[in-house]
T-cell receptor, first 113, second 109 residues
């Protein structure tokens, strides 16, 4: 079965500091990978998705970037965090295609102070 | 935007009652999915309905889809305290998924 690992679980960072969140998956090959952000009490905002190594699509202009250096690794980064980057970051995977559900990791709660 | 919107934003019911939540979306879709999120956790997939389907059942869950009205509903029958969570609809086209704003369901024992 598929497993998604995210770390760290929680993170408190000062404004202007860099960020690196890592997501790794097991039990699948060549998945589509996604980064979502969820503000407190809100829905999910799709940030990035990747259909393969080195292939990144960005949904919204922002202070963040993503990379996929390996098939089962997806990294979310920032050079300088803003207060507005605070939120709950979720990594998800989905098989390629139209009629498949997504599987979500446990998430990382980021607080920018 | 393809993002869906759930209605109501919050719902509180007694255990044993049925819970109904609705989702509206704006553009054409290939499928619509419902997810559940317990507080502070990742989302868990509940059910997927394709654009050519009108109704689907899974245990105590019943989902309907009306593509002419661009809306879907999720019915949870005989609710339990463990059903307390936020519920999100998600619309998908190809590789991308867009989630709604969610309905927060509280089931009172």
């Amino acid at each position: 079965s598929q497993t998604i690992h995210q770390w760290p679980a929680t993170l408190v960072q000062p404004v202007g500091s860099p960020l690196s969140l890592e997501c790794t998956v097991e039990g699948t090959s060549n998945p589509n990978l996604y980064w979502y952000r969820q503000a407190a009490g809100r829905g999910l905002q799709l940030l990035f998705y990747s259909v393969g190594i080195g292939q990144i699509s960005s949904e919204v202009p922002q202070n963040l970037s993503a990379s996929r250096p390996q098939d089962r690794q997806f990294i979310l980064s920032s050079k300088k965090l803003l207060l507005s980057d605070s939120g709950f970051y979720l990594c998800a995977l989905g098989p390629a295609g139209t009629y498949y559900e997504q599987y979500f990791g446990p998430g990382t709660r980021l607080t920018v102070t | 935007s393809q993002q869906g919107e759930e209605d109501p934003q919050a719902l509180s019911i007694q255990e044993g009652e049925n819970a109904t939540m609705n989702c509206s979306y704006k553009t054409s879709i290939n499928n619509l999915q419902w997810y559940r999120q317990n507080s502070g956790r990742g989302l868990v997939h509940l059910i997927l309905i394709r654009s050519n389907e009108r109704e689907k059942h899974s245990g105590r869950l019943r989902v309907t889809l009306d593509t002419s009205k661009k809306s879907s509903s999720l019915l949870i029958t005989a609710s339990r305290a463990a059903d307390t969570a936020s519920y999100f609809c998600a619309t998908g086209t190809g590789n991308q998924f867009y989630f709604g704003t969610g309905t927060s369901l509280t089931v009172i024992p």
